[in-house]
């Protein structure tokens, strides 16, 4: 007979997204359920954080009383508190290739991440970080099936009914009265309620081909040394994107730490359909090397690579849903969405969709009242969202036709981080101060609601400004020439760009510098004395507040690396002596 349980709120997924919820969720007293229809660890591909998704696990952290996705939030908790797995990323690197040449080492550019405290951000080994995060959602309370798959959604008055099959073909059925769809491309609920736009209107139009390789050499072996690229921080220690016409590769290293327990890379190829069509044949295998055998640089980083996995190649990675929110349910970002995984969005966007619709569900469930309205604005910012990516990612395909249109246009993308991370800062450092949840309710005002800064109009008339110029170059209505040197004067008349910043110097292809605890006190003295007064009036606010905590931060990191170093060789030696300890009580 199928067993019949009742919970305040179902998620359908039980990878990162889905898992950081269920977590939240059940923290903070919902009754949850999460289904999970494979097993943990399993393969996931999106490893890259960037600042705003490191920012955003700090936010979940504090906002919702669940430190442990702190752990989440640098290189060095990760590595301690998660998985030694973990790839270090300093930086976002970009290395541009013409058809039979080898790279020239003035062609590349870099926008490093943030040091300690804050930083650096992670390559996420995600079989590891999804199996921690599914389990800390069972600590916390929540209900979770593993090898169970949904094979119906049924909506009614007074909630969701769910049919599912186990690993054994036993039926369950569940109820709830809301359900969360975090299962990706594909997710369930798209597919009965018919959510799914044919065609997908994004302008984007790409694919990919990926696999996890051992073998990968790191780029300062094999490409320009650090003194002739002229890069803030080493190639090899972050994302590297080799760029070219038609398409890009990432090379997402887990090996790259000296402390990291892992061999592996994720190595992936993207390809822009109007230059590179899908086919069947050959296999994608043959096909990844016919198209990176054009590129030298690239073919001397792979010559001694092996895969461990079995080579994956997608149609056409672009699909959009006509709603992100209904009567009753939510889709998360990777289950209503996908542009590209250019820029590592795809991490940001799941988690700060959870903090704006977790502290809605508890609302929900408290006051029972899970009312549509109550979540219009998560499907106004995930649709948002994804429509400035889906212009960002498709004019830098443009800009891949040429290296100086991509150093003009990427600066664009630059100046959008520093005021999309920026606000959460301020809110974190209020926290920090007050100890308050509430002063997180500000992220979701103007001129702070979207990521990228799309909610603050100076930016977005640059941004829009800039976006023309590039379909401009597409319609070869102008050379990219004047389409970077147009761009160059839009970010000038912006004055959005910061002093300490190099953005209106081609020359200087990494033009905000390392992320240096001295780099950002002259950002931030910038920011408080020097800015336009309509940059102070929402920015930089934090101020030296913002370095006192975060240098109390470094300081504090810093005094248990040397606690970790010393205890260490005590407890090696320790055990070699006696069998006694008090280890456990330290859990």
Not at 5 to 16: L, P
Not at 249 to 273: A, E, K, Q, Y
Not at 371 to 385: C, L, P, Q, S
Request: a neutral charge.
């Amino acid at each position: 007979m199928a067993k019949s349980r009742s919970f305040d709120v179902a998620v359908i997924g039980g990878g990162i997204g889905g898992s950081i919820l269920a977590t939240i969720l059940a923290r903070n007293g919902v009754r949850v359920l999460c289904i999970e229809g494979g097993a943990h660890p399993r393969f996931a591909i999106g490893e890259a954080t960037v600042p705003d998704s490191s920012l955003g696990m700090r936010v979940l952290a504090a906002r919702y009383g669940v430190p442990e996705l702190r752990n989440l939030s640098n290189y060095r908790n990760m590595r301690e508190h998660v998985a030694a797995t973990t790839g270090v990323k300093r930086s976002f690197s970009f290395v541009y290739h013409r058809a039979g040449q080898y790279n020239h080492s003035q062609e590349c550019t870099q926008f490093p991440t943030f040091a300690p405290p804050l930083g650096p951000d992670m390559h996420y080994f995600r079989q590891d970080v999804d199996a921690y995060l599914f389990s800390l959602a069972v600590s916390y309370g929540a209900v979770c099936h593993t090898e169970t798959r949904i094979t119906d959604v049924q909506f009614n008055s007074d909630g969701v009914r769910l049919e599912a099959e186990g690993k054994g073909k036993e039926k369950e059925s569940f109820h709830a009265h809301y359900v969360v769809d975090a299962g990706g491309p594909g997710a369930i609920i798209p597919q009965i309620l018919g959510l799914r736009e044919q065609p997908c209107p994004f302008e984007t139009r790409s694919r990919a081909i990926f696999t996890h390789m051992v073998g990968v050499v790191p780029y300062e072996k094999m490409g320009p040394r650090y003194r002739a690229h002229g890069m803030a921080t080493p190639v090899s220690q972050g994302t590297l994107h080799h760029i070219f016409k038609g398409g890009w590769m990432w090379i997402i290293p887990f090996d790259n730490h000296r402390l990291s327990t892992s061999r592996l890379c994720s190595v992936g190829l993207v390809l822009d359909l109007a230059e590179f069509p899908e086919q069947e044949l050959p296999s994608p295998e043959e096909e990844f090397w016919s198209i990176v055998g054009r590129f030298p640089g690239i073919v001397r980083q792979l010559r001694d690579a092996t895969p461990v996995r079995n080579w994956v190649r997608t149609g056409r990675l672009q699909f959009s849903s006509r709603r992100v929110v209904g009567d009753r349910f939510c889709l998360l970002p990777h289950a209503s969405d996908f542009v590209d995984p250019l820029f590592s969005s795809g991490l940001t966007n799941t988690v700060m969709a959870v903090n704006a619709l977790a502290h809605r569900l508890i609302t929900a469930t408290r006051q029972q009242d899970f009312a549509t309205e109550n979540f219009e604005y998560v499907d106004t910012w995930v649709k948002g969202v994804f429509a400035y990516y889906d212009q960002l990612v498709s004019c830098s395909y443009i800009a891949f036709g040429d290296f100086e249109l991509w150093n003009a246009w990427h600066r664009v993308w630059m100046v959008g981080t520093l005021y999309s991370g920026n606000p959460v800062i301020q809110a974190l450092v209020r926290f920090e101060e007050r100890q308050d949840p509430a002063v997180f309710e500000q992220l979701e005002r103007h001129p702070y609601r979207g990521l990228q800064a799309i909610d603050y109009p100076p930016y977005w008339k640059l941004f829009t400004s800039a976006v023309a110029q590039m379909k401009a170059v597409r319609d070869q209505s102008i050379s990219a020439a004047e389409a970077s040197q147009n761009i160059y004067r839009l970010l000038a008349e912006s004055e959005l760009c910061p002093g300490p910043w190099q953005l209106l110097n081609p020359e200087d292809r990494c033009p905000a510098g390392a992320a240096t605890l001295t780099r950002i006190l002259r950002l931030v003295l910038w920011g408080r004395y020097q800015s336009p007064e309509f940059i102070r009036r929402h920015y930089f606010n934090a101020g030296f507040s913002a370095l006192r905590v975060f240098g109390s931060d470094l300081c504090r990191s810093g005094a248990d690396e040397i606690r970790r170093a010393a205890t260490g060789p005590w407890g090696y030696f320790r055990d070699g002596l006696v069998s006694q300890n008090r280890d456990w009580a330290d859990k």
